[in-house]
T-cell receptor, first 112, second 115 residues
Framework: DQQVKQNSPSLSVQEGRISILNCDYT??????FLWYKKYPAEGPTFLIS?????DKNEDGRFTVFLNKSAKHLSLHIVPSQPGDSAVYFC???????????FGTGTRLKVLA | KAGVTQTPRYLIKTRGQQVTLSCSPI?????VSWYQQTPGQGLQFLFE???????NKGNFPGRFSGRQFSNSRSEMNVSTLELGDSALYLC??????????????FGSGTRLTVV
């Protein structure tokens, strides 16, 4: 039972444009949502997170939006750069625990 | 500041054997988590330790176990290896008490191949 889903395995975007990565979840007991970026042969790197009591969090070029009614979150990268090409994972923490459920990832390719 | 160090980087084992993987967290980090990554499954949570105590556990069989030492270093063990255990095993550490929205720092992983 995949509680966190990233339905797009891959995405290609032109440099300078906006990249939008999506994530859906099913468990209402998640209280934090996080995005990680992963390059080949490296571990995931934490990017940005959002609490379930908020609907938006911004950090530089990265903005995460949370729509609780739709159980949907998205990561916006503006402007996209070739160095952003990586696999992006969304993750959710089960309330009151340090257990994180990860999606299967979306491979982003930013074209120069 | 050194990152999360996992050893070994690569490992080949035979079915039925057991294996121990090691993780040294970032200095000062007391929470250590382990994940299994396989193609198509993403990262699957194995367990999380804090101050030598397992606080959370994922849905893996009892063949998967772990422990944490007083210096926060952690090991995970897989007994009676199966072909399906072939995966990248990732360790991650975090400062305890910083809140669960601050994310973990991951190591580069140990690639286990079971033949």
């Amino acid at each position: 039972d995949q509680q966190v889903k990233q339905n797009s395995p891959s995405l290609s975007v032109q440099e300078g444009r906006i990249s939008i990565l999506n994530c859906d979840y099913t468990n209402s007991m998640f209280d934090y949502f996080l995005w990680y970026k992963k390059y080949p042969a490296e571990g995931p790197t934490f990017l940005i997170s959002i609490s379930s009591i908020k609907d938006k969090n911004e950090d530089g070029r990265f903005t995460v939006f949370l729509n609780k009614s739709a159980k949907h979150l998205s990561l916006h990268i503006v402007p996209s750069q070739p160095g952003d090409s990586a696999v992006y994972f969304c993750a959710a923490s089960v309330a009151g625990t340090y257990k994180y459920i990860f999606g299967t990832g979306t491979r982003l390719k930013v074209l120069a | 500041k050194a990152g999360v160090t996992q050893t070994p980087r690569y490992l080949i084992k035979t079915r039925g054997q057991q294996v121990t993987l090691s993780c040294s967290p970032i200095s000062g980090h007391r929470s250590v988590s382990w994940y299994q990554q396989t193609p198509g499954q993403g990262l699957q949570f194995l367990f999380e330790y804090f101050s030598e105590t397992q606080r959370n556990k994922g849905n893996f069989p009892g063949r998967f176990s772990g422990r944490q030492f007083s210096n926060s270093r952690s090991e995970m063990n897989v007994s009676t290896l199966e072909l399906g255990d072939s995966a990248l095993y990732l360790c991650a550490s975090s400062l305890a008490g910083t809140g669960r929205g601050y994310g973990y720092t991951f190591g580069s992983g140990t690639r286990l191949t079971v033949v």
